[in-house]
């Protein structure tokens, strides 16, 4: 399969730790993948191949356990076009 966009919101719960700090820590994962990737404010697309964007996606929401959360709501949404690549500039560059 080619290239494709994961979406993913990672919610993570704790009484004790802020959420956007948690957070970071998922961000951090991503940004140390390489793969290209854009922060907005409700989620993190991510652009390469599935396989990949999933590992790095599993790789972030045990960051955000591992630093402390008590628990975790992560969120997915994929644009998968078969045959095709899928670019995050394709669908955002329009409106530039």
């Not at 140390?32 to 990737?37: D, E, H, I, L």
């Not at 356990?65 to 969120?75: I, Q």
């Amino acid at each position: 399969m080619g290239t494709i966009n994961l979406g993913i919101q990672i919610v993570p719960k704790s009484r004790k730790i802020d959420s956007y700090e948690l957070v970071d820590r998922a961000i951090a994962v991503i940004a140390a993948s390489g793969v290209k990737y854009e922060v907005n404010p409700f989620e993190t697309v991510m652009e390469g191949p599935e396989e990949h964007l999933l590992a790095i996606a599993k790789k972030a929401q045990e960051a955000v356990v591992e630093a402390g959360a008590e628990e975790v709501l992560v969120y997915y949404r994929m644009h998968i076009r078969p045959g095709q690549d899928v670019r995050m500039e394709d669908k955002t560059n329009p409106h530039r």
